[in-house]
């Protein structure tokens, strides 16, 4: 197993940094021979025009681009809180857009604006990627307006954390607050994938992106209007009962406290309690006969599910312990 890891979503005011464990082999990277960074500088000469940036109403959020007339791909979790959005286009003129569908799972998400596109750019969803491929990243990260950054593919199907997607690519591009949305592109100029994390491993700074490959069929569903979220039970703050928490608490230790449960939520529904009911909050410590002991446990099991699904889980409250249902739903007020 490797070391820990510190990860942070690319949104550009200060998000959440996680400790997480990668598991499972390492693919590791070798130079190969492949497009020289001249000619993704190319690339870029002719892809940066249909690039943009994303503002809410605080400010700016991340970056997008279109890939259709009137349509705009980015990273869920840059328009996850909710608009109403501006554009800002390469050439600076302003424009309004609104959420016309996403998957939260991927973390993508489609825009629709009225605003006339510079570019287009084409999407790549027949072609697997390949370890040590070069790329072009093009986004809003430090400050600046749509730069270049490049890198290659360092490993594949990479799954660093219950917080994020499954089955990303890992990357050496040097992305930051502010890239989430951005398109990656190959040395052809196709948009290969969607930039949503950025993290220090065991082997450096690494960036990770949402792979557009096999996701065409995604992709017409939010065109369409489709909107898919993670399954929730609604809880905030929840943690790991440690020793030294179960002894303040006067609990055997193991599994997750529950924190406080969010009205209307999946947990609050099932009957729950948590520090707002006053007293010592539930142990969650199975979800259907699965042990779990960290927040990061609880998430993983509750995404293997879906929204709609119901879900068993064994909890503690106090010296009891019972079964309980919940209805999985999408978090409260989403």
């Known amino acids: 197993m490797r070391k820990a890891w510190g990860l942070v979503f690319l949104l550009p005011l200060g998000s959440a940094l996680y400790a997480l464990w990668s ?43 279109f890939y259709a007339p009137g349509l705009v791909l980015t990273a869920y979790h840059v328009v996850a809180e909710g608009g109403p ?14 959420l016309l569908g996403f998957a939260e799972p ?9 605003a006339k596109a510079p570019a287009l750019l084409s999407l790549e969803t027949n072609r697997r990627l390949q370890v040590g491929e070069a790329l072009l990243h093009i986004g809003n990260g430090r400050g600046q307006f749509i730069a270049p950054r490049f890198g290659r593919v360092t490993r594949l199907e990479v799954s660093p954390s219950a917080f994020l997607p499954q089955g990303l690519v890992e990357t050496s591009l040097p992305l930051s607050p502010g890239d989430s949305g951005g398109p990656l592109l190959d040395a052809e100029g196709k948009v290969v994938g969607v930039a949503v994390a950025i993290g220090q491993t065991e082997e450096g700074f690494r960036s990770f992106f949402t792979p557009l490959h096999g996701r065409g069929g995604v992709l017409a569903a939010l065109e369409g ?7 929730y ?21 193991g599994g997750v406290l529950v924190g406080e449960v969010v009205p209307g939520g999946a947990a609050h529904r099932a009957g729950l309690r948590g ?24 998430l993983r099991e509750v995404r293997k599910r879906q929204v709609g699904d119901r879900v068993r889980l064994s909890v503690r409250r106090g010296s009891e312990v019972f079964q309980v249902e919940a209805l999985l739903g999408p978090f409260p007020g989403r």
């Open 23 to 65: 598991q499972g082999p390492t693919t590791r990277w070798a130079e190969p021979v492949q497009a020289s960074p001249s000619a993704l500088q190319e690339v870029y000469a002719r892809a940066h025009p249909a690039v943009l940036r994303i503002d809410g109403p605080e400010g700016g959020r991340g970056t997008g681009f």
């Open 85 to 98: 959005f501006t554009l800002v286009l390469a050439n600076r003129s302003r424009a309004e857009a609104r």
């Open 106 to 114: 991927l973390d993508l998400a489609v825009l629709a604006t009225e």
């Open 225 to 231: 209007g489709e909107r898919t979220y993670w399954p």
């Open 233 to 253: 039970l609604g809880l905030r703050g929840p943690r790991a009962l440690t020793p030294e928490l179960a002894r303040e608490l006067g609990l055997p230790p």
């Open 275 to 298: 520090t707002e009911s006053g007293g010592v909050p539930d142990v969650i410590l199975e979800v259907e006969g699965t042990p779990v002991n960290t927040f990061e446990d609880l």
